[in-house]
C-alpha cells in the first residue's frame, strides 16, 4: 500500500519548490526587484494558509485518535525554528524594516518544511502510517502479520516484509498504551 499523499502537501512541495526558485532568481538573475518579492510574499502568504489548515487538520487527528505525534530531535527543532521565525517575523513587521518580505519567505520555508518532516503514527480503520522525516511506511491493517513487544519498543511487522517499530520514548506513556492496545486489538 503506497503512502497517500494529502493535497495540503502536494501544495507546500510546489511552494516551497517556487519560493526557493524564486530567491534563486532574485538574487542572481534579477536583483532587487519590487515585482519578484511581490510574487514571493504572495505565494509564501499563501504557503503559512496551507500550513495553518494542515495545523488544524493535525489537531482535529490527534483529538479524534488517529494522531499520534512522535517526540524526536526534528520534532522539537521544527517547533524552536517555527516560533524563532514568526517572534523574527513580528519584529521585521513592527520595525518597519525592509527585510519584512524575506523574513516572510523564510518563517514560510521553514513551517512548510516543518509540517512536511512532521514525524508521526496514524491509525486509522484501515492502515497504519508511519512518518519518520521524510520516509514514510504504510501498512494495510489487514497485513499486519506480527507484533513483537519489548519492554521499550514495539515492531510490527506487515506481510510485504515492511516494518515499523514505535519506541515509547517517542510517544509518552499514555499514547503508547493506547496505540499499543488498538494495534493489538487488530492484530
Known sequence: ???????????????????????ILQRVAFGASSTVAGI???????MLLVCLYAAYKFY??????????LRTISYYLGIISVIIG??????????????APEALMWVAVLTGSFVLSMPY?????????????FTVTVLPL??????????DRMLIRGK???????????LGPAHYNELRTRVIAIK
Open 1 to 23: 500500500m503506497s503512502p497517500r499523499v494529502p493535497s495540503y502537501e502536494k501544495a507546500i512541495r510546489f511552494q516551497l519548490l517556487a519560493l526557493i526558485a524564486g530567491y
Open 40 to 46: 514571493l510574499t504572495g505565494i509564501s502568504s499563501v
Open 60 to 69: 482535529r487527528e490527534l483529538k479524534a485518535g488517529f494522531l499520534f505525534p
Open 86 to 99: 514568526v517572534v523574527w517575523l513580528i519584529y521585521e513587521i513592527t520595525s518597519g524594516s525592509p527585510k
Open 121 to 133: 503514527v496514524y491509525l486509522d480503520s484501515v492502515r497504519l502510517e508511519h512518518r519518520l522525516g
Open 142 to 151: 489487514f497485513g499486519i502479520q506480527r507484533i513483537d513487544e519489548e519492554d
Open 160 to 170: 510485504d516484509g515492511l516494518e515499523i517499530t514505535v519506541f515509547e520514548g517517542q
